[in-house]
């Protein structure tokens, strides 16, 4: 695979059934990248599991039926109905042994995603039996292939993307209100039940669309890593269903882009792998929630804890003999390499020491009890009290501080 | 079906299906009580590229490798998953879909980069094991059972997963008050001074243990199964965590028996040649024990709930 071949697919130039396969899979990852969002922020990321394997006995039992009744038991309209169809059934096997029953919802999709995917197996060895020995094909719905792909089957695809990204952009309003705040939705008047059901019947049609291409068992993968990846940008719903969209649908394009350039290349993980990796890049480098943020403000903090320590010490006349400070307060020009004080670190002890001594008579006057709850060792107090105030700290402090 | 092809052809499958239902229930009750039901269906994802990686460094489809390989990669996923939803903030269960999707394609992808087609190892394998393939050529007969000559040809899975049950169950044993407190209250056990973090550990690891010494056996999809579904039915029976662990062990191994013979024996009684994946149909079986139980059992509701006619 060469620099021009990824190039070419990145482009489009690679076929017209790879094009319309990309097209559809970035339509499908926008689309399941906003729906997951909700899910995620309704904390029911995992619901998708379920619906994802309850396709399978589907996809089998609609191959047995069209076989039976004459028909090409590989027809894709067929067998993506049957899917649809077994995975409602699964997500009110879910609903069922959640509200009516003592079990908790993760015990649910469990039990629901195994009991389905092991029907599912059943259905595919009897299919095994009755084509003897002559590939069914259906073993890439578990982990989604496009390599030759009909040119209806991409088109179906496509069409499918399209569709569920034009629901999910229809049904944003009301979603973002009953995923964020239920109470006030219900407040409000939204028929919250029926919006939370439209949820999953969206989420069910992102992974009926998404089988051909990612496969059952990974096709969670994008309903879920794009808004975790997403959630670490911004704290806003809105921001957070755009960005998950649009990581989603960056990944889904260059997954199936990329594995159009070479036959060893499987869709499926491609796809899920590139959004991998933007979770990883979000996780280390965004701002505020990522660990490199993280990271530098700890290092900030504690910079500032070193340096007003030395600055203590120095305006006391103690000698500094913590490496970190040291190096810190050289760097800032506040001692000589020797250790001597300069000007400025002169300076800046004694307004240190000075803020340091309001602080103790602050804190032991219970008048200033809301700003002594504020002392943290770092805050100056000018920051806190107005000129006044501090003025009258100081009358209280004046026959110490000439000592 | 009891003739003389039952000793080397169905007993070993079955001993394996029982022994290995058992040993994934058995910590599958804590699991549940605990909210992590979900853990046993994370570990037995992971396990694909750990088995991948191990087959390309040693080059050769053995056992005790992959086993390291698959354990491996379950302990670091356990561990991939509480960094990131400590690091990040996230939920458990958004993070676990997040570490067990990725390693999941990374395995796949491993395993279509690499050639493998000359060695009996795909997807599919490992999604539902070939329990039927586990027979015993040397068992002649139920004498045989006595005759060691004839024991050394039994295949290597069933004293593996016979001792992973040995060991699960003396886990169960022995730290068996310190898993009740904990499981149900974390605070009254830490006041206790037991290390409530340490045992939760350590009943994820036994998970995994069990999980990938299954995996070897059956395949994965039994190992979710049977963390979930013979403890949940169990649940709707009892509200005695020790009588729950006794109907959950009745509960699976019913499946795994009757599991087994509906795959074996089922499709030749309704007059088709071919046998069913044993894997799919103890799955089912045992779903249809928890939709039983689901609808019947008699303390199936939450506590405190109205019982509805």
């Known amino acids: 695979m060469t620099g021009s071949t990824i190039l ?30 909700f899910l995620y922020l309704g904390k029911r990321a995992l619901v998708s599991d379920a619906i994802s394997h309850a396709t399978l006995p589907g996809v089998g039992l609609a191959f047995i039926v069209m076989v039976t009744l004459g028909g090409d038991g590989r027809a894709l309209p067929g067998l993506l109905a049957g899917s649809a169809l077994s995975a409602a059934a699964g997500l009110l096997c879910v ?110 049609a992102i992974t009926v669309v998404g089988l051909k291409i990612v496969g059952l068992i990974m096709i969670v993968a994008m309903l879920i890593i794009p808004p975790v990846a997403a959630r670490f940008w911004t704290d806003r719903v809105g921001h957070v269903v755009l960005i998950a969209g649009v990581m989603g649908g960056v990944s889904g394009y260059t997954g199936a882009a990329l594995s159009a350039t070479a036959p060893d290349l499987p869709t499926g993980p491609i796809i899920v792998l590139v959004a991998f990796a933007l979770f ?27 340096v007003r320590q030395g600055l203590l010490a120095l305006a006391q006349g103690q000698p500094i003999y913590e490496h970190l400070t040291l190096r810190l307060m050289r760097r800032r020009g506040l001692i000589r390499p020797d250790g001597v004080a300069t000007e400025a670190g002169r300076a800046q002890a004694a307004r240190a020491l000075l803020d340091e001594r309001r602080w103790q008579i602050l804190r032991a006057d219970p008048r200033h009890e809301a700003a002594a709850a504020r002392y943290d060792g770092l805050t100056p107090l000018e920051t806190l009290l107005t000129r006044d105030q501090i003025a009258e700290l100081d009358r209280t402090l004046k026959p110490e501080a000439v000592t | 079906m009891i003739g003389a092809e039952f000793v080397p052809l169905s007993l070993p499958p079955l001993l394996i299906g029982v022994c290995a239902a058992i040993a994934c229930a058995l910590p599958g009750n804590f699991l549940l009580l605990r909210r992590q039901a979900l853990i046993g269906d994370a570990i037995s994802h992971v396990v694909l590229p750990g088995i991948v990686l191990a087959f390309l460094v040693t080059g050769a489809v053995s056992a005790w490798p992959m086993m390291l390989g698959a354990g491996f990669a379950a302990v670091l996923a356990v561990v991939l998953i509480e960094t990131i939803r400590r690091v990040g903030r996230i939920e458990p269960g958004a993070a676990m879909g997040v570490v067990f999707t990725a390693m999941f394609a990374g395995g796949v992808l491993l395993l279509e980069q690499s050639d493998t087609s000359s060695v009996h190892l795909d997807v599919q394998h490992a999604l539902y094991g070939s329990l039927e393939s586990l027979i015993w050529l040397d068992g002649l007969g139920w004498a045989s059972l006595l005759d060691p000559q004839a024991l050394r040809g039994l295949p290597p899975e069933l004293p593996r997963i016979a001792l992973t049950l040995i060991f699960v169950s003396a886990f169960t044993a022995l730290f068996w008050r310190p898993l009740k407190i904990s499981t ?33 056996a059956v395949g994965s999809i039994i190992v979710i199964a049977m963390f979930i579904c013979p403890p949940a039915a169990a649940r709707m029976m009892t509200n005695r965590l020790e009588a729950q662990i006794g109907w959950s062990v009745g509960f699976a191994t019913l499946s795994a028996v ?41 303390c199936r509701t939450r506590a405190g709930a109205p019982v509805e006619g």
Do not use: K
């Open chain 1, 8 to 37: 070419d697919a990145l482009t489009l130039q690679l076929g017209y059934n790879a094009s319309l396969v990309a097209v559809g899979a970035a339509l499908l990852g926008f689309a399941a990248g906003a729906t997951g969002s």
């Open chain 1, 95 to 204: 609903t069922w042994l959640t509200t009516r029953t003592r079990l908790s919802e993760d015990a649910a999709i469990g039990a629901v995603l195994s009991v389905f995917f092991g029907l599912g197996i059943v259905f595919l060895t009897i299919i095994q039996a009755m084509t003897a020995g002559r590939q069914a094909g259906l073993e890439s719905f578990l982990l989604g292939a496009t390599a030759g792909m009909l040119r209806s089957e991409a088109l179906t695809i496509a069409a499918g993307g399209a569709l569920v990204l034009a629901l999910t952009l229809l049904l944003r309003r009301p979603m973002t209100l009953a995923s964020f705040d239920p109470d006030f939705a219900t407040a409000s008047g939204l028929p919250v039940r029926r919006i939370g059901l439209a949820m999953m019947g969206l989420a069910l």
């Open chain 1, 280 to 306: 990883v890049l979000s996780l280390l480098f965004s701002p505020g929630r990522g660990v490199l943020a993280a990271l530098v403000r700890h290092r900030r903090h504690q910079a500032r804890v070193h």
């Open chain 2, 184 to 216: 149900f209250d974390e605070g009254f056990a830490r006041t206790l001074g037991l290390p409530t973090g340490l045992i939760g550990l350590a009943l994820v690891i036994v998970a995994a243990i069990a999980a990938v010494a299954a995996f070897d």
């Open chain 2, 258 to 298: 009757l599991g087994y013979v509906l795959a074996g024996y089922g499709p030749l009684w309704l007059g088709y040649a071919n046998a069913v994946s044993a894997a799919g149909m103890i799955a089912t079986v045992s779903g249809l024990l928890l939709a039983r139980a689901a609808g019947f059992g008699p």
